[in-house]
């Protein structure tokens, strides 16, 4: 049994969407975000990092339970434990990584600053706007280009790269794209979405989460919590 700890977030949706496709059995411990449940002190002895998601598996790979945090770390860690969407060769292995490291480097740090700046940043700051919204354009671009020669981002097969990164083009409008300028990206996209795991891996949690406008939620997110010695 996987414990998983998460919200819904895209961070989250990657892990849910994982432990669908993989036919996992799992549990899920909701840690809201907006109420500030990262900072526990239960919660931060799996993630020290004080970020969804992380998981706890009971039957690591010494037999023994074994925690991850990072949603990069925890999607390798469940492609090799199951044998899936990591490539069947070196080749691919490591073709698939490359993207997966594109996406936790850029196409997640990058969208997660123009949702922010666009939406939630408590005045308008249009040089912060501009320079995100161009840089999520340039890295839509990269996807798109890519995915003019490949169905999925490593190649003709469906990995954790593409797991990674769909949960992020979800919030699209957002981040100020405007799918004509990227079709093969949305046909990446649309033939992802209609994926049966992938539909319930969104699912999952998603009654819990509100909207991030009270000034506690803000706080909890963006404030003085984060910096504080935990």
Same mark, same amino acid.
């Given at each position: 049994?996987?414990?998983?700890?998460?919200?819904?977030?895209?961070?989250?949706?990657?892990?849910?969407?994982?432990?669908?496709?993989?036919?996992? *059995?799992?549990?899920?411990?909701?840690?809201?975000?907006?109420?500030g449940?990262?900072?526990?002190?239960?919660?931060?002895?799996?993630?020290?990092?004080n970020?969804?998601?992380?998981?706890?598996?009971?039957?690591?790979?010494d037999?023994?339970?074994?925690?991850?945090?990072?949603?990069?770390?925890?999607?390798?860690?469940?492609?090799?434990?199951?044998?899936?969407?990591?490539?069947?060769?070196?080749?691919?292995?490591?073709?698939?990584?490359?993207w997966?490291?594109?996406?936790?480097?850029?196409?997640?740090?990058?969208?997660?600053?123009?949702?922010?700046?666009?939406?939630?940043?408590?005045?308008?700051?249009?040089?912060?706007?501009?320079?995100?919204?161009?840089?999520?354009?340039?890295?839509?671009?990269?996807? *798109?280009?890519?995915?003019?020669?490949?169905?999925?981002?490593?190649?003709?097969?469906?990995?954790?790269?593409?797991?990674?990164?769909f949960?992020?083009?979800?919030?699209?409008?957002?981040?100020?794209?405007d799918?004509? *300028?990227?079709?093969?990206?949305?046909?990446?996209? *649309?033939?992802?979405?209609?994926?049966?795991?992938?539909?319930?891996?969104?699912?999952?949690?998603?009654?819990?989460?509100k909207?991030l406008?009270?000034s506690?939620?803000?706080?909890?997110?963006?404030?003085?919590?984060?910096?504080?010695k935990?």
């Open positions: 049994m996987i414990d998983l700890y998460s919200w819904p977030t895209p961070n989250g949706h990657k892990i849910h969407i994982m432990l669908e496709e993989c036919g996992l *059995d799992y549990r899920v411990t909701p840690i809201d975000i907006g109420a449940d990262q900072f526990k002190v239960d919660f931060l002895r799996i993630s020290p990092n970020k969804i998601p992380a998981i706890v598996d009971s039957n690591g790979p037999g023994m339970p074994l925690a991850l945090f990072e949603s990069g770390a925890i999607l390798v860690y469940l492609a090799g434990k199951t044998g899936q969407f990591l490539g069947n060769t070196e080749r691919e292995k490591y073709t698939t990584l490359q997966l490291m594109f996406q936790m480097g850029g196409f997640g740090p990058m969208l997660g600053q123009a949702h922010h700046f666009r939406l939630y940043a408590p005045e308008p700051i249009p040089y912060a706007i501009d320079r995100y919204s161009n840089e999520a354009k340039r890295l839509y671009g990269v996807i *798109d280009r890519q995915l003019e020669q490949t169905a999925y981002l490593a190649g003709e097969n469906y990995s954790i790269a593409d797991i990674a990164a949960p992020w083009a979800r919030s699209w409008q957002n981040q100020g794209i799918w004509v *300028d990227f079709p093969h990206a949305k046909r990446w996209f *649309d033939t992802i979405n209609e994926r049966p795991a992938v539909q319930r891996g969104v699912n999952v949690l998603t009654d819990l989460r909207p406008v009270t506690e939620a803000k706080e909890a997110l963006f404030g003085a919590m984060q910096y504080q935990k």
